[in-house]
């Protein structure tokens, strides 16, 4: 690998906003002076919040969500009629 081209690799948190479950892992994201900060087991590592993680997706729960109740022959049949 060539010096100095390559973006700072360290430690930070990810949390799932919607199971409040953190992980810690190592990535190249640059955080801003001021950004939000946690103490895990001793280390200060920057949090970054995303949406979905394995601990809330539907396919590694096994938990599955009904986003779509009518299904798409439905939908079109609704919409431009039955044609039948």
């Known amino acids: 690998m060539k010096a100095n081209i390559h973006p700072e690799y360290g430690p930070v948190a990810f949390r799932d906003i919607s199971t409040g479950k953190v992980f810690v892992t190592r990535s190249t994201l640059v955080t801003r002076p001021g950004a939000r900060t946690a103490e895990i087991d001793g280390v200060e590592l920057p949090v970054f ?36």
């Open 49 to 84: 919040d995303v949406d979905i993680t394995s601990d809330s997706h539907p396919f590694w729960t096994g938990r599955s969500r009904v986003v779509d109740t009518e299904g798409r022959i439905q939908a079109f049949e609704r919409r431009y009629g039955s044609t039948a």
